[in-house]
């Protein structure tokens, strides 16, 4: 009996000894996974490579460069995008992934243009000149004109039936600027947007 008594202490004695080693090797079991997680986190994630990304997120500095514009480049000029009109004499160019040729050329006067829409489409189109008018519903086949906006400015326009929209600009005399929205099945979007810069040049997006 002494003897077994003396077996099972010593087996106690054992248990003891696991299980302390455990409680103390149990916070470098945790710290383990935490230090391998942190090591292999990618600094250039592969997202920044693939489509969709790949052309529309700059990737994180430091990494290799991938097909995304460099819109952030310190050296250019950031344009606010508050909705505020730019202060006089400040030209609003088109975003870099936009910029064309102008489509036409108009002579500003004093600073200011009219412009004259006309829907000759059958469905309603909703077009606003952003920082001077609210936006606004031109119904098929009727005509508008926004006199005296100051340049440069930026008219938005929105076919409300999801048809195809194709704008068509053409200069009718200096200061005045005429704005055809057509019907287009050949055409590949529901709304337009007409930037006129202060020099008097036209870009349509």
Do not use: W
Request: aromatic fraction near 2%; proline fraction near 11%.
């Amino acid at each position: 009996m002494n003897q077994q008594n003396h077996l099972n202490q010593k087996q106690l004695g054992l248990v003891k000894a696991i299980c302390a080693s455990l409680i103390m090797g149990l916070p470098a079991i945790t710290l383990a996974p935490s230090v391998a997680i942190a090591s292999e986190t990618n600094p250039c994630p592969k997202i920044y490579y693939e489509e969709p990304f790949n052309n529309t997120r700059p990737v994180p500095q430091g990494c290799p460069a991938n097909e995304a514009p460099q819109q952030l480049n310190p050296e250019s000029e950031t344009v606010p995008l508050t909705g505020e009109p730019l202060p006089t004499g400040v030209s609003q160019p088109p975003l870099p992934e936009t910029q064309t040729a102008p489509v036409t050329r108009i002579i500003p006067k004093g600073q200011r243009v009219s412009v004259t829409l006309k829907n000759n489409t059958n469905a309603l189109i909703t077009y606003e000149a952003i920082g001077h008018t609210e936006e606004r519903t031109l119904v098929g086949r009727g005509e508008v004109v926004l006199q005296n906006l100051p340049l440069p400015v930026t008219i938005t326009t929105v076919r409300q039936d999801a048809g195809l929209l194709d704008v068509i600009t053409k200069p009718t005399q200096p200061g005045m600027l005429e704005v055809l929205l057509e019907a287009d099945p050949t055409f590949d979007d529901i709304k337009g947007t007409i930037s006129i810069q202060e020099d008097g040049r036209v870009y349509i997006n």
